[in-house]
């Protein structure tokens, strides 16, 4: 049984800085990433790493947040920093094998200004 269990959202000011986190279990991790989705609007892509450590983000990121992972522990990470109120949104794990993907829960970050 495939779990991914989110952690690190919250409240900030902007210019801030947060951390989310997302632990896999019960899947070998191909491909890990974020997206992240506001009321009434799509989910979109943040940021995802392959295995090997090749990492891919939107334009609206790049250069404030950075993913990584670890994969002993399965686990993938975005940092988040200079924050802005325009990246509230609830943000999602995603975790693919061979074959599908799962997403996680869910975790509200909320930027204010």
């Known amino acids: 049984q495939v779990q991914l269990v989110e952690s690190g959202g919250g409240l900030v000011q902007a210019g801030g800085s947060l951390k989310l986190s997302c632990a896999a279990s019960?899947?070998?991790?191909?491909?890990m990433g974020w997206y992240r989705q506001t009321p009434g609007k799509q989910r979109e892509l943040v940021a995802t790493i392959t295995r090997g450590g090749t990492t891919n983000y939107a334009d609206s990121v790049k250069g404030r947040f950075t993913i990584s992972r670890d994969n002993g522990r399965n686990t993938v990470y975005l940092q988040m920093n200079s924050l802005k109120p325009e990246d509230t949104a609830v943000y999602y794990c995603n975790v693919a094998d061979n074959w599908r993907d799962y997403w996680g829960q869910g975790t509200q970050v909320t930027v204010s200004s």
């Open positions: 019960g899947i070998i991790s191909r491909i």
